[in-house]
């Protein structure tokens, strides 16, 4: 007889996807020889589509990684942050195989990029989970003296963060093109874009090429966040945020002396996302900084407001309630990246010409790991089962595919894709 693990699902199952995952990142791992005389290694998001390091894809591959291969998981994060820049800075894609960029990938990089010539890492961030992986990081293996190796990254990135996209104003950071969030074609982004939303694709395609190329044009600088062609404070990306000052904090009290500034923070930054996305149905809207208005399309960036610890049991019920809904985001396979019922929702894969629309519609297990984290914080752990549970059968079903179908469970997207193997650590629980 299989035994069950708590989960319910067989401990078979678990070690099989364990082995897995573990043979995923393995056959997606590049080696950089450092200048420093270092030989680190990393593995890429998916070696068909995705060949660089991508940050918050690093960022997960480091937590599935300390449960399967610790060694691999340290040289993951020590790359990542090897790539910090002088003022704190870390770019949200790594071109460490320059050979890629010739291949493919040459529009891409040198848009999102300043300066001649062939670009060594991209102007752009992405979500800052990078606090709360090394803090996973900490808890799965126990390893406290990378922690105290990589704190002052840590600092000197979330004081960047907040010193340079953190608004004068309200604190909140301000995102300048989609590729920001992590979440590039999100519908939402559609009126930040200056369109209808549902915009037909070809303009859903071609419209962020415009912010790349004005972004660039203004050689990506800091006052493209008061004065660029998209300003946008992203729910997910400030929820990120807040709660990886969090994190810092906890790693700070653990590693000793103790930081108050940055739960200070947390909650300063925190009230602010509360009163300004904060829908009047209680749902957390994206802001469009250019309007000062809120973009009202209901996307599983709003639910990852449940990460922020200010948000009490009252506020948070509009939340529970829509994850609880069949009609929004209680598919068959949740959660997916848009509410159901919104115009937008397109729960299959969509192409205009070459180009994937993504995040349209399709489950991704990166932000079922940021729902379950938030649930467990909140001792909803029924409910965080039930998501881990789902996420399982997607990947026991089709593989680690870059998304999934909410309706069918179809893999979609890029295959062989890293982040996730994230649900080797939404198996091992709390
Ligand atoms: C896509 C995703 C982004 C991810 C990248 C590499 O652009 O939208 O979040 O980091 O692929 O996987």
Known sequence: MALA????ISASDVAALRAAARQTLRANRRRVPLADGRLLHFSCPSPGHYPFQW????????????????EAAREEL??????QQDDGFIPHVVFWDRRQLLRSQLYWCWMQSRGFGLPRSS????????AAAVERYVQVTGDVDLARQLLPCLDRYFTWLGRVRGSASDGLLTIIAPWESGMDHKPS?????GLDTPAPPRQVILEPRMVDIANRAAGYRNALTRRGRFRVVDVLVNAVYVDGLRSL???????GPAEAAWDQQAAATERALIARCRGKDGFFYDLDRRTGRQISVRTVGGLCALL?????GEAAAPLLNALADPAAFALPFPAPSVAAGEPAFVPGAQHWRAGPLIWRGPTWINTNWLLIRALRRRGLHLQADSLAR?????VLGAGFREFYHPYSGEGLGARSFGWSTLIVDMLAGV
């Not at 904090?249 to 590693?255: S, V, Y």
């Not at 922020?308 to 009490?312: M, P, T």
């Open 249 to 255: 904090g906890r790693l700070h009290q653990l590693t």
């Open 390 to 394: 789902a996420s399982a059968s997607l």
């Open 123 to 130: 102007a752009l961030i992405q979500p800052p989970v990078i």
């Open 189 to 193: 982004y559609d009126m930040a874009l």
């Open 55 to 70: 940050f918050w894809d690093s960022a997960f591959h480091a937590v599935a990684l300390a449960h399967v291969e610790q």
């Open 78 to 83: 020590l790359l990542l942050f090897s790539a």
């Open 5 to 8: 693990t708590p989960l319910g």
């Open 308 to 312: 922020l610890d200010g948000l009490d």
